[in-house]
């Protein structure tokens, strides 16, 4: 009986609590699915055609922003890492004509880039690991500064701030290691695609 007494104020704040956790869980629970963000499916399918280099080439801090921007209706020649095989397939994407990419904001390398430090003359500065979106630059204060070459996407953007100017971009030749197979883009809006020996009239020629 004693017991149960003094057990019992316990099962009530157990039962309190259990009912508080139910009602805020209900209150969360509602306010995920009544305030979701949609994300924007054409941004995704944009975004995913460019590069994710990060480099700002665009004039965007990111492929991402970019892509916010193309879908509403920016132009889609700005980004040199992406060249003229990544307009070629926004503007597949999109509809549009595929336009010349537009050498204000670069211009296109034929060979992929990554950058290298010459590490026996770096002063350990960290400028170039604050630039890199990447986080593609091992180092730390006053210690010699490397990069990872997997993780760097040649963006460019490590060279600038390095006081010494030891970083150097160098190209990197294309081997069956690295080869990779360029996934065939969405296929193409355009209905008159697919070769056919009819013609226009739809008679077999
Ligand atoms: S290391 Fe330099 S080039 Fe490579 S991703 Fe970072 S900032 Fe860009
Ligand atoms: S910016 Fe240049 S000097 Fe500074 S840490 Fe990077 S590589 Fe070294």
């Known amino acids: 009986m004693m017991d149960l007494a003094n057990l019992s104020p316990l099962l009530t704040a157990l039962l309190v ?16 699915v009544r305030y979701k963000i949609e994300g924007n499916p054409i941004v ?4 995913a055609l460019l590069p994710q280099t990060q480099c700002g080439q665009c004039g965007h801090p990111g492929c991402r922003p ?19 095989e990544t307009i070629n ?9 595929a336009p010349e990419l537009d050498a204000e904001h670069g211009s296109e390398s034929e060979l ?19 630039a890199c979106p990447m986080d593609a630059i091992l180092g730390a204060a006053k210690q010699m500064h490397t990069v990872i070459a997997d993780e760097c996407t040649g963006c460019d953007l490590c060279v600038e701030p390095c006081p010494v100017d030891c970083i150097d971009m160098i190209e990197v030749p294309v081997t069956l290691g690295s080869w990779k197979w360029k996934l065939p883009s969405e296929p193409s809006k355009d209905p008159n695609i697919i070769a056919t020996d009819a013609d226009a009239e739809g008679d077999a020629a």
């Open 17 to 32: 609590l259990g009912g508080l956790a139910l009602i805020f869980g209900a209150v969360l629970g509602f306010a995920a």
């Open 44 to 47: 995704d399918q944009i975004d």
């Open 66 to 84: 970019y892509a916010e921007g193309i879908a509403n209706g920016e132009e889609i020649n700005k980004c040199p890492p992406g060249g003229q």
């Open 89 to 97: 397939e926004l503007a597949s994407l999109l509809g549009v004509e």
């Open 112 to 130: 992929p880039k990554v950058a290298y430090i010459r590490e026996d003359e770096c002063i350990g500065c960290t400028k170039c690991i604050q």
